[in-house]
């Protein structure tokens, strides 16, 4: 984004969640809470949504999080943090969002219940696939798409879960539109898989091992997963194509609340995969300095770091250093293309006690400055 404003970014990063909430104790959520007398956590932290990026100018929308803590049947422990998120909003260049996402613990932990569900109405960028994409390629496109996500994870033992995951995305009303008004659409001339939408059933099985001493801010332990999923016309779908996921994380807590974290991030595809569901470089959670559409591929593997400490009453901030490519063969990476994003971001305290933070990010890389703003840490 190399024309956002961050010093606007920040100032409303501040008013949304700092002065809007009201005075409060360190040790006192900013939320709705309830404990009830078999001492299950429970509450709900409202918030109003307002963000600025040139892709989607001005936004307007609301975030509703509920989170929950049960309490064992059979002991004085609990369930780590369970969340669910909805959330909607509306630009000024006409584009909404509304998604329902979902991670939540049953008692025990016995089952990991993850999914989400969304609609929207998107502009989107295309600059062409691969990493030889000029700026003045820049094309585009607006489509509609209604998804889904659906991963019942049984609990084997040793936290780790495994089990079936389902997803559903139809991508419609779509509109070609050169962003010089010449040119004629990439898209369209080459018949990229996805140019004018279609359905993508997939069916595939998800393995998670998740030894992190706390799912908002784990200062020790380490998250594994693992994903394979086909996607294919034999389903109902319009696509054939197989995708496979990687994530890594490791966590060292270096006194309290100072954190240094890494993780690795592969996501690999094959067949005929449509332009919406490519690899990435780029967005909330790796590269944050290049915005999701900038870069796509078949297949993308990237690195980072991250280094959390406190400020003062409820602020924090990181520091964060990454490097991440996209590719089609393997053979195809370059050292003088592989992208870097260097940057910091700030943290507002939402529950003191389990540590949940929302978070704003500025990024530093070869594209220039890109903004993100999310609820808990980027991985």
Do not use: C
């Amino acid at each position: 984004m190399k024309s956002v404003q961050p010093v606007f970014l920040l100032l409303l990063f501040f008013l949304l969640f700092v002065t809007a909430q009201p005075a409060a104790a360190q040790t006192k959520p900013l939320a709705i809470e309830e404990v009830d007398e078999n001492r299950t956590k429970r509450g709900l932290i409202p918030a109003p949504v307002v963000y600025y990026t040139p892709n989607t100018k001005f936004a307007f929308g609301a975030s509703l999080v509920g989170y929950l803590k049960l309490r064992s049947k059979i002991d004085t422990s609990s369930t780590r943090l369970s969340i669910a998120r909805l959330f909607t909003d509306f630009t000024t260049n006409r584009q909404t969002h509304q998604f329902l996402f979902w991670n939540i613990f049953t008692r025990e932990e016995n089952y990991l219940m993850r999914g989400e569900i969304r609609h929207r109405v998107f502009r989107d960028r295309f600059f062409g696939i691969g990493n030889a994409t000029p700026d003045e390629a820049e094309e585009v496109f607006w489509y509609s798409y209604i998804s889904g996500r659906f991963a019942p994870l049984k609990n084997i033992g040793n936290r780790v879960f495994i089990g079936p995951d389902f997803q559903i995305a139809n991508y419609y009303d779509t509109d070609l539109n050169p962003a010089n008004g010449e040119m004629q659409s990439q898209l369209l001339r080459n018949k990229i898989a996805g140019y004018d939408g279609g359905m993508n059933l997939g069916l595939g099985v998800t393995v998670v091992n998740d030894n992190r001493n706390n799912i908002a801010f784990p200062s020790s332990g380490y998250y594994l997963e693992a994903s394979a999923h086909r996607f294919s016309e034999s389903f109902g779908g319009d696509f054939n194509y197989n995708n496979y996921n990687f994530i890594a994380s490791k966590y060292w807590g270096l006194k309290p609340d100072h954190v240094l974290a890494g993780n690795i991030t592969l996501n690999l595809n094959s067949g005929e995969v449509p332009v919406q569901r490519l690899a990435t470089a780029g967005g909330e959670q790796i590269l944050r300095s290049y915005t999701r559409n900038r870069f796509l591929a078949d297949n993308f593997a990237g690195v980072q770091a991250e280094y959390r400490f406190p400020l003062f009453w409820r602020l924090g901030m990181v520091a964060f250093a990454g490097a991440g490519e996209v590719f089609d063969d393997f053979s195809d990476t370059d050292f003088s293309t592989i992208k870097y994003s260097v940057g910091t971001g700030f943290r507002l305290r939402l529950l003191p006690e389990e540590k949940l933070h929302s978070r704003l990010d500025i990024g530093l890389g070869r594209e220039g400055i890109a903004i993100s703003v999310g609820l808990g840490e980027a991985f």
